[in-house]
Structures are given as structure tokens and as C-alpha cells.
């Protein structure tokens, strides 16, 4: 406390210094015995997928390692936060992460934010990729003074005057993906953002960033990072020329063709929501009152997130039958704790509900008697895995043979789908499922390629002492493609392959488009109609 000149009693309160000065990182003991908590159980309970490693080239043994001293020397909180962040995304996977919990590690306040620009990978060379402007606030203006006004398209050198290159080989090292090309999208989008994604030491009180126009002039910007941003043209780019907007559901949007002799429908796709399986129906429904079942279908999933549901939709999509995407449990020490906990929120649901789930097409009970009877007798016999079975037993029983019929009502017309690096997770499986099955023709780039059937989360404690730490998750089964390859780390691959690039950014929907009314209208034949 402090006395100001009227007598008045102030209290200082500074959030970092009270932040750090409560410090739960352990001593050299206790993180040494953490550590090798988290690597042995790691190797116990990993479902990991040697498919990816191949294509990723690394080991994520090798690669946890390599990270041991890391975590044994972490000065304060801080450090060993994302210390273990860095461990936990040294597995390459996007899904798992790390979480601050009550009575854990303590991080400071932070002032978050994000400065009014963004950028997107170039992808037309392998390997040789590089961040473009791809968006700009409304008002940037306003924060440049005589600063050069960027433009889309223009190339990013440095970072708070660190080369481009350099600032990416740290950065990564905490970002969770599965593959390359999502890597450098998640990389791009987070670039602009001031959180807790990065350590503290990437961020400034602003973000100076040094570009190249279109002339290959080099110029240098500083912007402050903000608490809300109107964009110019926003994340999710929807150009559809030839469609207007007929109706919304939160899963997905349908769009109508203004042509009547164009006898498509287009569905931008933003996830497999909670909706799903209601907006299929109402599809279904709108196009049977329109006479509309026999139209070809453009999906656009780019922009695609996860979820569940998308063999029922597909179902309804598709005239044809088709194989599911599988899944299996790695068996370990944890496999008891997990039917146990998965069987009370089951009976929660069914207490609640009386219903199915969201995940599953029936009550729930196929995934139960799986877990309550291979998955245990598999553990009881010594197995490593599961055995492979339709995905969580969400559509089909662990006895089927994994086909799919369409559904009474379904469209009976082609299928184009976008695809992108974006998104991943049921996505990935959607993409998986209309590739492996040849349902339709995809245009774009592969997905994110990350999906898994269940993880494990734990509050992490020091063996040692008891004294919590975060949480940590792990990936504790595959996801099983239907040409019966793993799916984590290894999407499938679109059949005409067209890059994103700061040239044709901003009209990258319309050329798909036009790619897949060609496909659609062509007149050769094409074993995939």
C-alpha cells in the first residue's frame, strides 16, 4: 500500500508479479518424475499411426525425448507449461492437447488480442510454401498512419524483425497438426493473435511485420493487437456465381441455382453439427417438395469442421451403398477407466434422454455391448488393440460388415465435394468414406487429415509430491478408413488437385466451381458416375 498526496490508502495490485509469484513447477525431482509418468503411459496408451510418421518422417518416441531436459530444467511455471506443450504436440496430432486446471500451474494475465490482418499459405510449390495477405480490417487504415497500406496477395518476410522462415520452425514446435499443409493454415490463421497459444516471448505489445508487394518492394508495418476486428472479406469466403441462398442450418447451408437448367444444388458445409441428422431430413424433405432428388450435389467442406453423423447424411446424399470408416481402443491400463466413465455418461443420457445420442444412430447400446464385450475380452486375452469395428458403432453393430444402404429417400444424382486443409477431425472421415467408396469427384487439396476414435484426459499430478499440474490428453484409438488404412495423419487425396495461392485466393470458390460444373456437364464417360 501507498499513501497518495490526499491521505488516501491505494493498493497495488500487478497481476504478473502475483501470477508468477505462485510457483507450482516442482523441483528437478518432481518434473523428472513427471516426465517419465508421461512418456511410459504415452507408450502404455498412444494409438499411434505409422502412417503418418512415414509421411511426416519422425518418431514421436524420439521426438518426446528429445524434449526431457526441457521439462527437467523449467525454471518457473511458465516455462514448464509450455514446455509441456511442446511435449504434447511433439506427437504431431491435432487433436491432443494441454489445459491449465485448478491448483496447477500458473501463467499471467495477458492483454489478448488480434491485429487487423491475416494471412494464408501459398501452396503451389511442396515444401516451398509461404504466408499472403489474405485479409485486412475495415479499418486498417486508421492504424497505419503514413505506414504502406497492405494488399491482398503480399507476401510475408518477417515477424517482429525475425525472418519468416525462422519464426516458423520455433512456432511450430507448439502447434498441434497432423499433417503438413494444416500445419501452415493453422500457422497462418494464428499469426495475427495475441493469446496463449505461443509462449510469451512471441508476442510484442504490437505486431511489426515486414511484407513484399506485387512490385517486389519491401515495406514494414506495426499494428496493434485489438479486442474485436471487422474483416473485408472474413475467414470463410462463399462466391458461388449461378446460386443464391435458399436456406440455413447450422450443419450446412443450401444454395439454389438461378438458372433453371442448371440441375445442381450446392451445400456449403460448416460441420457435423448437432443438427445433422434434422437438417439431412429437412433436405430431404425441401427437395422432395421441389422435386429435386434427382439434382447432382456440390458440397463445399473447406471450411468444414468436426462432429459426428456424416454416414447418415452420406446415406441420404447418395444413391449408392457404402463402406463405413472403422475404429478401434489401444488397450492399456486405462481401457477399465474408460468403459466405466463412457458406460455413466451413457446411462446419464439414457436417464436424461431416453433417446439416441448424438453420436449414434441407435440408443447408444451397439458401442455398449462392444465396450462391455470384445474390447474387455480383448484386454482379459492381452491384446494390444481392439478389435475393428464400425466407427464408435454409431451407425451399424460391431458385427456388421461395416455397409451402409442409402437411405429410402436419397438424392440419386452426381457428386462433387471441395476439400481443404482446414479442417479435419469428421471431415476427415466424410472425405475418407466419399474417396474409398468413389461416392464422387473431389477438387481442391486433401483435409487436414486428423481423426481418432477417443482420447484420454487426465489431470496430470507430480508422482512425486501429488501436486497437480495440467491436464494432458491422448490419443487411445485409430480411425480406420474404408479401404482399411489408419486415418490419423493420412487423408485421402482429391482427384483434381488445385492449390490455394495468393493469385487466385480470393477467387479460389469460383474456380472450383466452375471445375465442378465441367466435371458434372461433361460427356465422357467416368466410371465415378
Not at 518432481?30 to 502404455?44: G, M, N, P, S
Not at 505409422?50 to 518426446?64: C, G, I, T
Not at 481392439?386 to 437411405?407: G, R
Not at 477417443?454 to 508422482?463: G, I, N, S
Request: proline share 5%; glycine share 6%.
Amino acid at each position: 500500500m501507498i499513501m497518495n498526496t490526499n491521505g488516501l490508502m491505494i493498493i497495488m495490485i500487478t497481476l504478473f508479479t502475483s501470477a508468477v509469484s505462485a510457483q507450482n513447477h516442482g523441483s528437478r525431482e518432481d518434473r523428472e518424475a513427471l516426465f517419465d509418468y508421461i512418456y511410459e503411459k504415452t507408450l502404455q496408451r498412444e494409438a499411434f499411426s505409422p502412417v503418418k510418421e512415414q509421411k511426416l518422417d519422425f518418431d514421436p518416441r524420439e521426438a518426446m525425448l528429445a524434449l526431457k531436459e526441457e521439462v527437467i530444467n523449467a525454471s518457473d511455471d511458465v516455462e514448464l507449461y509450455y514446455a509441456l506443450q511442446k511435449l504434447s504436440a511433439s506427437r504431431r496430432d491435432r487433436h491432443l492437447s494441454i489445459r491449465k486446471i485448478k491448483g496447477g500451474l500458473v501463467l499471467p494475465e495477458i492483454n489478448t488480442g488480434v491485429a487487423p490482418i491475416r494471412f494464408h499459405p501459398d501452396y503451389s510449390k511442396k515444401r516451398e510454401y509461404f504466408l499472403f495477405v489474405a485479409d485486412l480490417g475495415k479499418n486498417i487504415n486508421e492504424h497505419l498512419k503514413r505506414s504502406t497500406v497492405p494488399r491482398i496477395g503480399d507476401r510475408l518476410i518477417q515477424v517482429n524483425g525475425q525472418p519468416l522462415k525462422d519464426y516458423f520452425n520455433e512456432a511450430r514446435q507448439y502447434i498441434r497438426y497432423s499433417n503438413t499443409e494444416n500445419l501452415w493454415r493453422r500457422f497462418a490463421y494464428d499469426l495475427s493473435e495475441k493469446g496463449r497459444q505461443l509462449p510469451p516471448s512471441f508476442y510484442q505489445d504490437q505486431l511489426t511485420l515486414t511484407l513484399k508487394n506485387e512490385a517486389g518492394k519491401n515495406y514494414t508495418i506495426t499494428l496493434p493487437y485489438l479486442a474485436k476486428v471487422d474483416w473485408q472479406h472474413g475467414r470463410t469466403l462463399k462466391d458461388y456465381p449461378g446460386y443464391e441462398l435458399a436456406w440455413k442450418k447450422e450443419s450446412f447451408h443450401l444454395y439454389t441455382p438461378t438458372d433453371p437448367n442448371n440441375r445442381s444444388l450446392l451445400l456449403w458445409w460448416y460441420g457435423f453439427r448437432r443438427d445433422l441428422p434434422e437438417a439431412t431430413d429437412y433436405l430431404i424433405e425441401y427437395a422432395e417438395k421441389h422435386n429435386l432428388l434427382d439434382h447432382d450435389l456440390i458440397i463445399d467442406a473447406i471450411d468444414s469442421r468436426g462432429g459426428s453423423q456424416g454416414a447418415y447424411a452420406l446415406a441420404r446424399l447418395s444413391p449408392v451403398p457404402f463402406k463405413t470408416t472403422g475404429g478401434n481402443l489401444k488397450l492399456s491400463d486405462i481401457t477399465d477407466d474408460f468403459i466405466a466413465r463412457y458406460t455413466d455418461r451413457y446411462v446419464a443420457r439414457q436417464n436424461a434422454m431416453d433417446g439416441s445420442t448424438r453420436e449414434a444412430q441407435d440408443d447408444g447400446t451397439w458401442v455398449m455391448e462392444w465396450l462391455h464385450g470384445p474390447v474387455l475380452k480383448g484386454l482379459a486375452a492381452g491384446q494390444v488393440y481392439s478389435n475393428d469395428v464400425p466407427f464408435k458403432c454409431a451407425h451399424l453393430p460391431y458385427y456388421s460388415d461395416w455397409i451402409m444402404q442409402p437411405a429410402k429417400k436419397h438424392f440419386t444424382g452426381k457428386m462433387v465435394v471441395f476439400l481443404g486443409p482446414w479442417g479435419g477431425s469428421h471431415l476427415s472421415q466424410f472425405a475418407a468414406m466419399v474417396v474409398d467408396n468413389q461416392l464422387g469427384y473431389t477438387i481442391g487439396m486433401p483435409d487436414g487429415g486428423y481423426s481418432n476414435t477417443w482420447e484420454w484426459e487426465e489431470d496430470l499430478v507430480f508422482p512425486t509430491t501429488g501436486k497437480r499440474v495440467v491436464q494432458f490428453m491422448w490419443n487411445i484409438g485409430h480411425t480406420i478408413r474404408p479401404n482399411g488404412q489408419i486415418l490419423e495423419g493420412n487423408p485421402v487425396q482429391v482427384d483434381e488437385f488445385i492449390p490455394v495461392t495468393s493469385k487466385n485466393y480470393l477467387e479460389y470458390k469460383t474456380l472450383l466451381l466452375e471445375k465442378a460444373l465441367q466435371w458434372l456437364n461433361a460427356d465422357k464417360v467416368n466410371p465415378l458416375r
